[in-house]
C-alpha cells in the first residue's frame, strides 16, 4: 500500500505581510490529484496545519475544502491529522467528529483520561487501503508539550526526552496490541530530532530549545515508518530510511527559496518499507533575492533591479515572484525605498522585504573612550556617537539640524509641563 506524507502546510501564513492564499491554494489542488496519479491509499499530515492558533477564517475555510474534495474525488482514501506546535490543538481538535464522516482523524493534542492519564487508544488509527482493508495501525502522536510529558526516573536522559519516549513507549505498544498479522507499525511526530538541520527564521524551537532535540531510538527499529513535521528542509534522521520529514510544501521565509519542497509517497510491503520517493511540490510563486547573499551598494543593487524580467500582463498578481533586496549604506538613505521602487516599475518580482547593511565602527557607546557619566551626556555628543557605530564621517550639518530642533522641542515640552 501507499502512504502520502505531507507536513507544515502553515495555512493563513503571511510572507512579511503578503499573504500566501494563492500558493497554498495551488498547492492543496495539485496534492488532489497525486493522490489520484500515485494511487495513495492513506494520507498522513504531521503537524502545523495552520500558521497560527487563531487562524483565519480562509485558512480554515481552504483546510475543510481540501477535506471534502479529498472525500469526493478519492473516498476510500482515509487521513490522519496531527497538531503541531503553531496550531492550537483544541481548535484542530473541535471539528473532528465532523471530519470523521470525511474519513480524516483528527489528533490536535495529547488525549487525557478523566484521571489524567494518556488515553492512548484515541492515538491509534487503522491504517487502512483504498478497500478498507486494515493493513497496519497509526501511533499517530501530535506535537507534545512540556506540560503532556509524564514524569519519573529518566535513566539517564534529559528529563523532557525521557518524558517524550514514555508517551511514544505507551503508544507503541499499545498499536503492537492492535497491529493486524503482518500488518505496519507506523507513527508520526511533530518534533525536533537530533542530527537535523532547521531554517533560522521561520521554526520555533519546540521542548525547550534545541538542547532538548530527540535522538533517532525514539523510534524502535520495528517501527516502519515515522512521519515527521517541524523541519521546513525534507531530510531523513540519522541516516534512516524509515524516518523523516518530508519537510513544508512551499518556502515559509526567504532564506528557504533553495530548500528541496516535496511530499514523500510512502511504499509499503506488510511490515517492511519498500521505499520512499520524493515527489517535488511545483513552485507555484517564485522567490529573488538581490543579491543571493551578501549586501550590494546601492547603485549595483538598482542596477541589477532595472536588469529584473518585465511584468508579464498574463501573470496573475498572485503568481507575481516574491523580491527581497539587501544593499549596504554607508550613509542614511532617506529616499532608498522610492529609489528602489521606480527601479522595479514595470518589472516581474513583488518587493516584500528590503534589508539594510549599514556600514560603521560597530562600537558599543559605552566602548567609546571619554565619554561622560549619564549625569554628564550631551545629547549632540551621544547621538553623534550613535550616528558614528552605522557610518563613517561626521554627522551631516541638515541632520544635526534637524536633532538640535527636535532636542529644543522636548526640552521646550518638558519646561512647560
Known sequence: ???????????????????????HRLFLDWLLELVGERDVDFLIVAGDV??????????????????????RRHPGVRSVVVGGNHD?????????EVLLGCGVSVVGGLPRLPGGGIDVHRLLVPLTDRGGRERGVVAAVPFLRAADLPSGPDGGDDPLVSGVRRVYGQALDAA?????????????????????TVSELSERRVL???QHALPADVFPGDVTYAALGHLHLAQRVGGREAVRYSGSPIPLALDEADYPHQVCVVE?????LAGVEAVAVPRAVDIVR?????????????ERLRGLAAADPAVPEGRRPWLEVKVRLAAPEPALRRRVEEALAGRAPRLVRLAVELAGTGRALGDVAGLAGLHGLDPARVFALRYARSHPGEPPAELMAAFHELVEAVQAGAGGA
Open 1 to 23: 500500500m501507499r502512504i502520502l506524507h505531507t507536513s507544515d502546510w502553515h495555512l493563513g501564513h503571511t510572507l512579511h505581510d503578503f499573504p500566501r492564499e494563492e500558493e
Open 50 to 71: 495552520f500558521d497560527t492558533a487563531n487562524p483565519p477564517a480562509t485558512a480554515q475555510r481552504a483546510f475543510f475544502r481540501f477535506a471534502a474534495e479529498l472525500h
Open 88 to 96: 492550537s490543538a483544541a481548535r484542530l481538535d473541535a471539528p473532528s
Open 176 to 196: 503492537r496490541a492492535r497491529m493486524p498479522r503482518d500488518g505496519a507499525l507506523v507513527a508520526t511526530g511533530h518534533c525536533y530530532m537530533v542530527g537535523t
Open 208 to 210: 525547550g530549545g534545541n
Open 268 to 272: 509499503l510491503d506488510g511490515p517492511r
Open 290 to 302: 538581490v543579491p543571493g547573499r551578501g549586501h550590494l551598494p546601492v547603485e549595483e543593487a538598482l
